[in-house]
C-alpha cells in the first residue's frame, strides 16, 4: 500500500531553517510527482511547491521562492523540503502528497500525516 | 486570498442535501479538472472527488461533484454527522504553474 511518511515535529527560531522529510514507499518513487502544501493553524491549504523524482525538475510558489528549497534522494525513496529564514507565520502543519496525473487531469491521491513546524523565540 | 473563493461555512441537518460551491477563473477552473478534499478535524485532507465528478474507491457514492465553467460545486447527500469536516477544492492554475486551493468550507452537521 502506498505511503508517505514524514518527519516528526520540530520547534524553530526566527531565522533558522527546517528541513521536512518524506519517505515515500509502496509505490515506483520515480513515477510521480511529490508536492508540499503547508496549513497554519485554523486556516486553508497553501500549495508550496513541487519536485519531480525522475528528473529533479522543480517549480515553487512565487512568494516562497529563494526560500524553499525541494531536493529528493532517490536511493532511499525520499524527499525534502527545507524552508529558510523562517518566520512566526511559517508557523504551519506541512503536508506531501503524490500527484496523480493522467489524461483527465492531476490530484494529490496521496497524503503523508502532516508534520508541525513552530516558529518561536 | 485565495484565487479560488468558498464559502467559509455551510451547515445542514442529518439526511439533508447540501451543496459547497467553488468559484475559479479561466486560468483555473475554467481550463483544468477540479477536485475535492474532505479533511477531518486533526488529519491530513483526503482526495474526495478527482477529474470534476469521479470517486475514488471507497469513497461514498453520497459525494458528488459538477462543474460548468468556472465554477463547480460539491453535493453531499443524505447528510451523516461523520460528514462533519473541511473541504477544500482545488484546480491547477495555468497563470501560477501549480494547483490553487479554494479558502475551504467548515461543515456543520445540526
Known amino acids: 500500500q502506498v505511503q508517505l511518511a514524514q518527519s516528526g515535529a520540530e520547534v524553530k527560531k526566527p531565522g533558522a531553517s527546517v528541513r521536512v522529510s518524506c519517505k515515500a514507499s509502496?509505490?515506483?518513487?520515480?513515477?510521480?510527482?511529490i508536492h508540499w502544501v503547508r496549513q497554519a493553524p485554523g486556516q486553508g491549504l497553501e500549495w508550496m511547491g513541487r519536485?519531480?523524482?525522475?528528473?529533479?525538475?522543480?517549480n515553487s510558489a512565487q512568494m516562497l521562492q529563494g526560500r524553499v528549497t525541494m531536493t529528493i534522494d532517490t536511493s532511499i525513496s525520499t524527499a525534502y523540503m527545507e524552508l529558510s529564514r523562517l518566520r512566526s507565520d511559517d508557523t504551519a502543519v506541512y503536508y506531501c502528497?503524490?500527484?496523480?496525473?493522467?489524461?483527465?487531469?492531476?490530484?494529490?491521491?496521496?497524503w503523508g500525516q502532516g508534520t508541525l513546524i513552530t516558529v518561536s523565540s | 486570498q485565495s484565487v479560488v473563493t468558498q464559502p467559509p461555512s455551510a451547515s445542514g441537518t442529518p439526511g439533508q442535501r447540501v451543496t459547497i460551491s467553488c468559484s475559479g477563473s479561466?486560468?483555473?477552473?475554467?481550463?483544468?479538472?477540479i477536485n475535492w478534499y474532505q479533511q477531518l478535524p486533526g488529519t491530513a485532507p483526503k482526495l474526495l472527488i478527482y477529474?470534476?465528478?469521479q470517486r475514488p474507491s471507497g469513497v461514498t457514492d453520497r459525494f458528488s461533484g459538477s462543474k460548468s465553467g468556472t465554477s463547480a460545486s460539491l453535493a453531499i447527500s443524505g447528510l451523516q454527522s461523520e460528514d462533519e469536516a473541511d473541504y477544500y477544492c482545488?484546480?491547477?492554475?495555468?497563470?501560477?504553474?501549480?494547483?490553487?486551493f479554494g479558502g475551504g468550507t467548515k461543515l456543520t452537521v445540526l
Open positions: 482545488a484546480a491547477w492554475d495555468d497563470s501560477l504553474n501549480g494547483p490553487v
Open positions: 479561466s486560468s483555473n477552473i475554467g481550463s483544468n479538472t
Open positions: 477529474s470534476n465528478n
Open positions: 509502496g509505490y515506483t518513487f520515480t513515477g510521480y510527482y
Open positions: 519536485i519531480n523524482p525522475n528528473n529533479d525538475g522543480k
Open positions: 502528497a503524490r500527484q496523480y496525473y493522467d489524461s483527465r487531469g492531476y490530484y494529490f491521491d496521496y
